[in-house]
């Protein structure tokens, strides 16, 4: 989430949550909106919630939650690499917008990943990713879709990226997730699908760190 450090600083806990959710819900407005006035429409990607769509919605989501296994232990094991910048990223949860929200409650944190990964897929994934694709298609008709496609990919993976400007580490892994997420949806061709591998990595990292946290705390108040 790219809120600002020095809003989140003067915020309360429950402030910092109405914030977020307003933040990353604001991001699914814009991509219906844009999808609407520019296309593509990134709604077309989404089982609509009907009887004969129910197997493609439970099968999103089942993939979804599968497909966030291997970035969470990717990601914890990137963790416990003796590097600088990684050090970097761990001292984050004593200060600024992260340690604010390891304040949260579990549930807290579980609405706004959940807000998070519905927002942030939609308009980079579910909207510009395929408005990329559609426009350079345009200008190079000549080139295979699936080649603008995986173009589109990238760009848009750097742009969600600088999305999160934290350090910049967490920018690559940022662009690199993105990468994953955009694989997930052109393979499956159900944004439900990155929506929910997104929103279950954001809830385990927060839920994971807040528990490591509270456990550090705990062992130096003995």
Known sequence: ????????????????????????????????????????SARDLVPELHADQIWPILTGLGQGLLAAVPIVIVIELIRH??????????RLTEQGMVKSLLELTPWELIVISIC??????????????????????????????????????????LVFGFFHPITRLYVVLAAL?????GLLVIWTGNLL????????????????????????NGAAEE
Do not use: C, N
């Not at 989140?8 to 604001?26: I, K, M």
């Not at 690499?81 to 761990?90: F, H, K, N, S, Y």
């Not at 997730?177 to 997420?181: A, C, K, L, Q, S």
């Open 1 to 40: 989430m790219s809120i600002d450090e020095s809003e989140t600083q003067e915020q309360s806990p429950d402030e910092l949550f109405l914030t977020a959710v307003l933040f990353e819900s604001a991001l699914a407005v814009i991509a219906i909106v844009l999808g609407w006035a520019l296309g593509p």
């Open 81 to 90: 690499i003796p590097w600088e910048p990684i050090r970097e990223l761990e």
């Open 116 to 157: 998070a990964g519905i927002g942030e897929e939609l308009l980079f994934r579910g909207w510009m990713m395929y408005w990329l694709a559609d426009g350079m298609k345009l200008v190079a008709p000549e080139v295979p879709s699936q080649s603008l496609l995986m173009i589109a990919l990238v760009v848009s993976s």
């Open 177 to 181: 997730m993105g990468v994953y997420f």
């Open 193 to 216: 699908v990155p929506i929910t591998a997104h929103a279950a990595y954001d809830a385990a990292q927060l839920l994971l760190t807040k528990r490591e946290v509270q456990h550090e």
